[in-house]
């Protein structure tokens, strides 16, 4: 992004890129889980990915970042419906053991990913420029655009029904209020606050309207039965807490390690890394046992290690711990999240019913989002309280002390402490959330009989 940003002159856009991608992603997930139900799941996935495809093709000709933020909306309206339905497609082909095998390589293949990622993307846009990232994405995306369309056949009936357009349109523009608010960089008063009160107003109140019409048509978007029974529910649940964990300590541990410690931004993002290699680790461990020993058992341990992490990362704030500590605690919420996420998606799968198993799939990685994008803004705000509160007007340092630039040196101690205390609190209300979610799985589905 700073060579982006150096080429196109768009710093005060600079958090769009991402946001605009997120948002758009997000929002289209039930649509897609929903008309994959309807019209089939081959159709609808290639439509995604020439979606994908057509979007990265225009990031890479991006001569503006007004442009570029406008390719990535259009990149994220494809992203949308590639890994939810690649989900719900296991689920229509396998029994349950080997979609659980099969899930865990979903899992093993993503965390590999998210750490070949980023490297592949830094030494591309040294060796060929910035460009040359979404332009990678063009022979992936033909690639898989011809297996789908070639190879793949359709692992499920149509159904005889129409999309619930008034549903969608309410869906879509209550939680891009939501987000909206949690997004957008308000100001801490005045006309940014007042906007970002509005938002979620007016994203609660459409939330509210989609679910009254949810109870009064014959083919809803989003069955309300997902709701009302603890079988879906309650891993739904689960599953905003897991995103908040997910979100939550990639945010803050790093600005942890970095602003607190005074470690380097390689650190900072090195001490999540454990977390990613024990999620990809543990899923595969998990994705066998579950067959076994059921649901509720496995996500109760994957709960409990990441509370004994959250409990290590709180330790490490509040007893000078140094960045080993932090990312020994990593692992252990890692760890947790692997057999965690593994048994919400497959109790998911397992208790809705066949003709809905697009849409509750799609929820899955929905909730996740929405409450990680929820929950670090509200402890987003709680830290920007704190620091205000104990560096007022020097506050605006803080970020400068984090990028080694403009802080007087004998503020640099007073930055450091103040970021230390104010993460205290969120990361007690992180433990706070992971006790929260070992009670939620009390009412997960236990064992399954295997299909097939």
């Known amino acids: ?79 949308g419906g590639l890994v939810p339905i690649a989900i719900t497609v296991s689920g229509d082909l396998y ?63 149509p159904l005889s029904e129409r999309l619930d357009v008034a549903g ?21 008063g ?12 007016l994203g609660a109140l459409l939330l509210g309207v989609f679910a009254w019409l949810q109870t009064r048509r014959a083919h809803p978007l989003i069955p309300p039965v997902l709701f009302t029974r603890a079988a879906t529910a309650a891993p739904y ?8 964990t997910i979100y939550g300590v990639d945010t803050f541990v790093p600005l942890f390690v970095q602003g607190a410690r ?16 024990g999620w990809a680790f543990s899923a595969a461990v998990a994705a066998r046992a579950i067959v076994r020993h059921g649901f509720r058992k496995i996500a109760f341990l994957g709960a409990l290690l990441i509370l004994i992490g959250f409990a290590g990362l709180l330790a490490g704030a509040t007893h000078d711990a140094g960045v080993v500590f932090v990312s020994v605690a990593c692992a252990f919420v890692g760890c947790g999240l692997g057999p965690a996420a593994i048994a919400q998606t497959l109790a998911i799968q397992e208790a809705a019913e066949e003709r809905d198993r697009g849409v ?24 920007a309280h704190g620091l205000t509160a104990r560096l007022g007007a020097s506050a605006d340092v803080a970020g400068a002390h984090l990028t080694g630039s403009g802080a007087a040196p ?33 009412w997960f589905p236990g064992k399954a009989e295997p299909a097939g």
Not at 190 to 201: C, E, H, P, Q
Not at 265 to 274: H, I
Not at 362 to 369: A, D, G, H, I, N
């Open 1 to 79: 992004m700073p060579t982006i940003i150096g080429d196109l002159n768009g710093l005060p856009l600079y958090s769009w890129v991402f946001s605009v991608y997120l948002l758009a992603a997000t929002v289209t997930m039930p649509l897609y889980g929903r008309l994959a139900d309807i019209y089939g799941r081959r159709r609808v996935l290639l439509i995604a990915i020439v979606l994908f495809v057509a979007g990265a093709t225009v990031c890479a000709a991006a001569r503006s970042m007004p442009q570029l933020i406008v390719a990535r909306g259009f990149q994220g309206l494809g992203a």
């Open 95 to 157: 029994s349950l053991p080997e979609r659980a095998r099969v899930q865990g390589l979903f899992s093993s293949v993503w965390g590999l990913a998210s750490l070949v990622g980023p490297m592949a993307g830094a030494a591309l846009t040294l060796a060929f420029g910035w460009r040359s990232i979404f332009f990678l994405n063009l022979p992936l995306g033909f690639l898989a655009l011809a297996l789908v369309a070639t190879q793949m056949k359709e692992s499920r009936e």
């Open 168 to 188: 969608a349109l309410t869906l879509t523009l209550g939680v891009t209020s939501l987000l909206l608010a949690t997004l957008r960089k308000a100001g801490s």
């Open 190 to 201: 005045g006309a940014g606050t007042a906007l970002r009160i509005s938002l979620l107003v």
């Open 237 to 244: 649940l689960s599953g905003v807490l897991i995103g908040t």
């Open 262 to 277: 005074g470690g380097t931004a390689a650190a900072a993002g090195a001490v999540v890394t454990p977390l990613v290699l």
């Open 360 to 383: 509750a799939t799609s929820l899955v990685p929905f909730f996740r989002t929405v409450g990680g994008a929820l929950g670090v803004g509200a402890l987003g705000g709680i830290l």
């Open 410 to 442: 004998e503020l640099a101690s007073a930055v450091r402490l103040a970021i230390e205390s104010s993460l205290v609190p969120v990361f007690w209300i992180l433990l706070a959330l992971g006790v929260a979610n070992v009670v939620v799985i009390r």
